[in-house]
């Protein structure tokens, strides 16, 4: 139900946008985020969107670097990622919960319902 696509090789100091397309949900209903997981590390929270895309919330490791949207005509939220650096190196993960607005719990994994498959993203030096 969530397509993650985007993901690739970049050089360090590069820009890559993801894009995670839904399909079978009211996708308006659903505050969507992107979570990453590096080789031997836990998944982590990246940045999350509330319903309407009038909200958003960073991971501190990405603030000013990443921006987070949506498109609900389109049913897909988006990833943009500038100034790359090696430690960005993940598989990037979207995923949805039914919790619309940006409640106090939305950078917890747990609390998303719906997982897309990954896209892998490798920044190199």
């Known amino acids: 139900q969530l397509q993650a696509s985007g993901g690739g090789l970049v050089q360090a100091g590069g820009s890559m946008r993801l894009s995670c397309a839904s399909s079978?949900?009211?996708?308006?209903?659903?505050?969507m985020g992107w979570f990453r997981q590096a080789p031997g590390k836990e998944r982590e929270f990246v940045a999350a969107?509330?319903?309407?895309?009038?909200?958003?919330n960073y991971a501190e490791s990405v603030k000013g670097r990443f921006t987070i949207s949506r498109d609900n005509a389109k049913n897909t939220i988006y990833l943009q990622m500038s100034s790359l650096k090696p430690d960005d190196t993940a598989v990037y993960y979207c995923?949805?919960?039914?919790?619309?607005?940006?409640?106090?719990?939305?950078?917890?994994?747990?609390?998303?319902?719906?997982w897309g498959q990954g896209t892998l993203v490798t920044v190199s030096s």
């Open positions: 995923a949805a919960r039914t919790a619309r607005w940006l409640t106090n719990n939305y950078a917890d994994r747990f609390a998303y319902n719906y």
């Open positions: 079978g949900l009211t996708f308006s209903l659903y505050g």
């Open positions: 969107v509330g319903w309407n895309g009038g909200t958003t």
